[in-house]
């Protein structure tokens, strides 16, 4: 597992560097900030991290393969693909995991999947994409700067050997109710939503 995870971040930290590859990426600029992601940012003790690979493509230290920029996130293509065109949306901003990462990031990362994911599936002849988060090192984060990957995908390319596992059919039990009601018990004391908005869901 440890050996994994470092292959992964050394893919990121260590992209070719041949001639021809260099040529081709592109340095990421450290955009200006507009209003809204200074108040993002305003709102953080850490905008960047000097150790963090990613916070130093955004400042424009190290070299990637830009897909798409605004003022809030930015996509660039996977060092260490897992299919052709396999992307990552990144924000702009230092947030170790999609739980501390403010609703108003995500949501930015979130509505340009559509338009980016579109793009690299026609230029991959892709059907298909899978959009993935690993949060946390026990689902396979090795960076730890919050970012989404966008998979392109096409039939039979076996590429997730859990597409074959047999899935088993969600037991209605006590067990199951109590874990509804558990997380509905969680929602309702971290949203401050009324118990009515959450107890309709049951």
């Not at 260490?80 to 702009?92: E, M, Q, V």
């Not at 859990?162 to 929602?187: G, I, P």
């Amino acid at each position: 597992m440890e050996a994994r995870r470092l292959a992964i971040l050394s893919s990121h930290l260590c992209p070719s560097r041949s001639g021809s590859v260099t040529a081709r990426f592109s340095a990421v600029s450290a955009s200006g900030c507009s209003s809204e992601r200074q108040s993002v940012l305003d709102s953080n003790k850490e905008t960047f991290r000097n150790d963090c690979v990613f916070c130093q493509i955004i400042r424009g230290e190290s070299p990637a393969l830009k897909l798409y920029e605004d003022d809030m996130c930015l996509c660039i293509l996977d060092t260490r693909p897992l299919s052709r065109g396999h992307s990552l949306i990144i924000p702009k901003s230092h947030f170790s995991s999609l739980d501390t990462t403010p609703p108003s990031v995500v949501a930015a990362m979130c509505s340009k999947v559509p338009f980016i994911g579109n793009a690299i599936m026609k230029a991959t002849d892709s059907d298909s994409f899978n959009l993935l988060v690993n949060n946390g090192a026990a689902a396979g984060q090795v960076i730890f700067h919050t970012h989404i990957h966008i998979i392109p995908r096409k039939a039979r390319d076996c590429l997730w050997t859990s597409e074959s596992l047999h899935r088993c059919h969600l037991k209605l039990d006590q067990e199951t109710s109590s874990l509804a009601n558990r997380v509905r018990e969680l929602l309702l004391n971290i949203s401050g939503e009324s118990k009515d908005q959450v107890s309709s869901m049951s």
